[in-house]
């Protein structure tokens, strides 16, 4: 019997895929873990692995079609083989389709005994994961979540084995070996797989505190050179525009990150995706919420050109008239509440994205300046990390490169 | 009697019997062929008897320090042919146990001489038998001459371990040629029993498949009884009268001459593979002549399985019976456990006896892995001085990361009963820190166990 092929939920929050790309046509020998598809998920252009041996003997989803998580998309099974009902990706009755189950979930039609894919996922009885003490150790060693791994021992009890063959980067993400891609659209990145440390980090740090693991620094800014350079440069500017502080922070920010490739950077499960290129999100309140147009490749565009983009995407935010492509692929985010006299807050992350920078409002007050008290216009930066990517220091590193451009508007034409 | 059954077994071995019990267990209908005795070599000429001559050797040996205990015997004497009488009945006892499952299972028992016939048909005698489902071959191995260095097995003078079972007296000299675990024992048994013997191995140790520091153990423990040992020594040429056996013996450039009554062929055992019908039903043998399976223990010839030391080895019992077990699963449609060969122990019931499970400490550097060893001698040992058995030590081989159980070695007084902490280690995956977790009863010698396991984590109590 034909063994299904599916589509699989390659991200925790896939509901539905593109099939970019066939690696496979129809006809060719199979292995299990042989790269069948690319597709493109919620987040990333990703892998569909073959769960079975044998020859992919139909394609039921052509290239550039979507479909929902769990529909078949092809079937494997022996040279010749005929299968019924293969249609267009109609959903497999009795399939399931976990929306956000990472873990493989091929549902195969009375597999033969050496086609059957891996068990699923250990038995958890009142949240206890069946796992050897050896799998254990290597498992907590290596960062490897136990309740993602299938199990071949005794009731799907995970041995050694299972673990071990977690060491490598799963098939499915398994970037170039020069680690350099393009996403659909162009935008170019690197995808490093994580190192053991960062999925141990990544994994402690999420039980402690919710899905993204967020850590704050807040920094005082000396506004006052900046201040000066904005009145002399609106000065000059005339009728020609207008620059804001938001449309200084932006540029400051998209530079400083230019510099700090750590901190623009999306978690993807088994991987951080480092980008080439700096898009900046900025949060714009709208009616009911609030939505991020992103000023792409921000740190290369000037300030003016900044300040009208983002009007532009703000006017259309609360008109609802932004596309996709406007508020998708940002890979940083800057929020703004000064307007609002908030001195300080913090802000959530949007995830993949791993950090945010919050900004308060721009009051003067008294500060030690040479010995003496002065006035001065001083800005609060906070910026929320999500730890699985940014340490620390990084991020510290990255507000400390920041709050030097601020400080000294100039760093920002070198 | 029916014709036809599920399954036919061709021989009632401890591979045989096993899985004839488990097909039963699992509804198939079951026949096993066996021309002699159930049980096997294992129950009637192996395993069980010398276990039961081994216990009077050790009585004897006991008897020897019995004033240390403030026990007085008059003087010591030893008689074989009791000691053989009585390790007679063990195996007929245990023969007829076989016998009694076999009943207690339904399983047809067909005596006679079976050979296969294509079409999973097996021969006995004038009838022929179909299995619906499977054929499974447990033929076993018989004990094997050299023939090479003229000692082909006479029966008088040169004899196998089959004929030293059945010796109404020992011999007053008895050369021992292979150290594997046969000819350390009954190097014990006739040492006890008044044998003047010498040991022969050509590999540079005796008990060449253990650690090498149990090697040394014993090569002093049977020295120490005036056994004498002659490791990585040649047997040259051989005189072999009415009476009497002369050996030519090289070792470490010398060459000797050893006089013995008899000589115990005690190396290479030849696997059962003649006149049962394998070519005619396309099954085919390794190239070192046993059947060749698959990792399903399938034969060449699809229907056709092969358990037991046919199979391959390890050529041990226990091996034999957990692969009857894990085919007759798999031919019911059950999922089986699969065999860990590596898992498989190892017991020398020599004394002290010597047990292993996984690799020797030669074998881990070999493959480089990154090791720890931790070892406790049972001279440390509160309950092993109590009874006079402070001979040896636990060594467990560690992996240095992640603690897994590489290996581990016992020399001691019942170390075949200590090494199935071990096991059930191995088997789960359990790692030093988990035998360290589980509480051993104290005064026992199992403490030895938790106390190497604790010596490789560099935390020993007791020492």
């Excluded at chain 1, 398994?174 to 440390?197: F, H, K, M, N, W």
């Excluded at chain 1, 992350?349 to 008294?366: F, M, Q, R, T, Y």
């Excluded at chain 2, 191995?141 to 090479?148: L, N």
């Excluded at chain 2, 059962?272 to 085919?284: P, R, V």
Aim: net charge neutral; glycine share 10%.
């Amino acid at each position: 019997m034909a063994t299904t092929v599916v589509m699989e939920a390659l991200s925790p929050t896939m509901e539905e895929g593109r099939l970019v790309k066939w690696s496979k046509k129809e006809g060719d020998q199979v292995k299990t873990g042989d790269t069948l598809a690319e597709v493109e998920t919620d987040k990333a252009v990703m892998e569909l692995v073959a769960r079975a041996d044998g020859s992919l003997i139909k394609v039921v989803v052509q290239e550039g079609q979507t479909v929902p998580v769990g529909n078949v998309v092809a079937y494997i099974g022996a040279v010749g083989e005929k299968v019924d009902g293969a249609g267009s990706g109609k959903r497999e009755a009795g399939s399931v389709a976990p929306a956000a189950a990472p873990a493989p979930a091929s549902k195969p039609i009375d597999p033969p005994p050496a086609a059957r894919p891996p068990t699923p996922p250990p038995p958890t009885e009142a949240g206890r994961i069946k796992a050897s003490p050896l799998a254990r150790k290597i498992a907590q060693d290596s960062g490897i979540d136990l309740r993602s791994v299938a199990g071949s021992g005794p009731g799907g009890r995970v041995v050694k084995k299972d673990v071990e063959g977690s060491h490598q980067p799963s098939a499915i993400n398994r970037p170039p070996a020069d680690g350099r891609r393009l996403t659909a659209d162009g935008s170019p990145y690197e995808d490093v797989p994580l190192t053991q440390i960062r999925k141990t980090i990544a994994k402690r740090l999420v039980t402690s505190i919710g899905p993204i693991p967020h850590f704050f620094l807040t920094t005082e800014v000396d506004m006052e050179r900046a201040a000066e350079a904005r009145e002399a440069i609106n000065k000059q500017l005339g009728d020609h525009g207008k620059i804001s502080f938001n449309d200084i922070v932006i540029k400051a920010t998209a530079l400083a990150l230019a510099k700090h490739r750590a901190c623009n950077a999306w978690f993807q499960d088994d991987h951080i995706r480092y980008w080439n290129e700096v898009h900046v999100g900025m949060a714009v309140a709208v009616e009911d919420g609030l939505i991020t147009p992103v000023i792409r490749n921000a740190d290369l565009k000037s300030m003016l050109a900044i300040g009208q983009e983002a009007k532009v995407l703000a006017g259309k935010a609360r008109e609802r008239k932004l596309q996709p492509s406007e508020y998708t692929g940002a890979t940083f985010s800057v929020s703004n509440l000064g307007m609002f006299d908030i001195d300080q807050f913090t802000a959530v992350i949007n995830p993949p994205e791993s950090g945010i920078l919050a900004v308060g409002s721009i009051v003067s007050k008294p500060v030690a300046e040479d010995g003496k008290v002065e006035i001065r216009r001083r800005l609060r930066l906070t910026m929320s990390c999500d730890h699985r990517v940014i340490d620390g220091a990084t991020g510290a590193a990255f507000l400390k490169t920041l709050k030097q451009m601020l400080e000294n508007p100039l760093a920002m034409v070198l | 009697m029916a014709n036809s059954f599920d399954v036919i077994i061709l021989g009632g071995g401890p591979a045989g019997y096993v899985c004839a019990i488990r097909c039963a267990q699992l509804g198939l209908s079951t026949a096993v062929v066996e021309r002699d005795k159930m049980g096997g070599v294992c129950v009637n000429i192996g395993c069980i008897p010398t276990k039961a001559l081994l216990h009077s050797a050790h009585l004897a040996h006991a008897l020897h320090s019995a004033a240390d205990f403030g026990i007085t015997v008059g003087d010591v004497k030893t008689d074989y042919g009791v000691a053989m009488k009585r390790s007679r009945r063990v195996a007929d006892t245990n023969s007829k146990g076989a016998d009694f499952l076999m009943k207690k299972n339904k399983v047809t028992v067909i005596k006679g001489t079976g050979v296969l016939q294509p079409g999973k048909k097996v021969k006995v005698g004038n009838d022929v038998y179909t299995a619906s489902k499977a054929v499974i071959i447990a033929t076993g191995s018989r004990v094997k001459g050299i023939p090479q260095i003229g000692l082909e097995i006479n029966k008088t003078t040169v004899i196998s371990s089959d004929e030293a079972l059945f010796l109404e007296k020992a011999p007053a000299t008895i050369a021992v040629v292979g150290a594997g675990a046969v000819g350390m024992e009954f190097a014990d048994i006739f040492n006890a029993f008044g044998s003047k013997v010498t040991l022969i191995e050509a590999l540079p140790r005796i008990l060449p498949l253990e650690d090498a520091e149990a090697s040394d153990t014993m090569t002093k423990s049977y020295k120490k009884r005036g056994i004498d040992v002659l490791a990585g020594a040649k047997v040259k040429k051989a005189d072999v009268g009415k009476n009497k056996v002369t050996l030519e013996v090289e070792s470490g450039g010398q060459t000797q001459k050893i006089d013995a009554d008899m000589v115990l062929m005690a190396a290479g055992r030849a696997v059962n593979t003649e006149n049962i019908g394998l070519a005619e039903c396309g099954i085919k043998l390794t190239d070192r002549g046993f059947i060749q399976v698959d990792g399903n223990l399938q034969t060449t010839a699809p229907g056709y399985y092969a358990i037991g030391d046919i199979a391959g080895p390890p050529m041990l019992a226990h091996k034999g019976s957990r692969e009857g077990v894990v085919v007759a699963e798999k031919i019911a449609g059950h999922k089986a456990h699969a065999i860990k060969y590596d898992n498989v122990p190892s017991v020398t019931y020599c004394h002290p006896e010597v047990a292993s499970i996984g690799l020797s400490e030669d074998k881990a550097k070999e493959q480089k892995l990154d090791y720890v060893v931790g070892k406790f001698p049972f001279s440390a040992n509160g309950r092993a001085r109590g009874t006079g058995e402070t001979e040896g030590f636990v060594k467990i081989i560690r992996d240095k990361k992640y603690g897994e159980i590489l290996g581990a070695h016992i020399v001691g007084a019942n170390a075949s009963e200590m090494i199935h902490e071990l096991a059930v280690a191995r088997e789960n995956e359990y790692t030093v820190e988990e035998i360290d977790l589980a509480i051993h009863a104290h005064p026992t010698m199992s403490e030895a166990v938790a106390q190497a396991a604790l010596d490789s984590l560099g935390r020993v109590i007791d020492m």
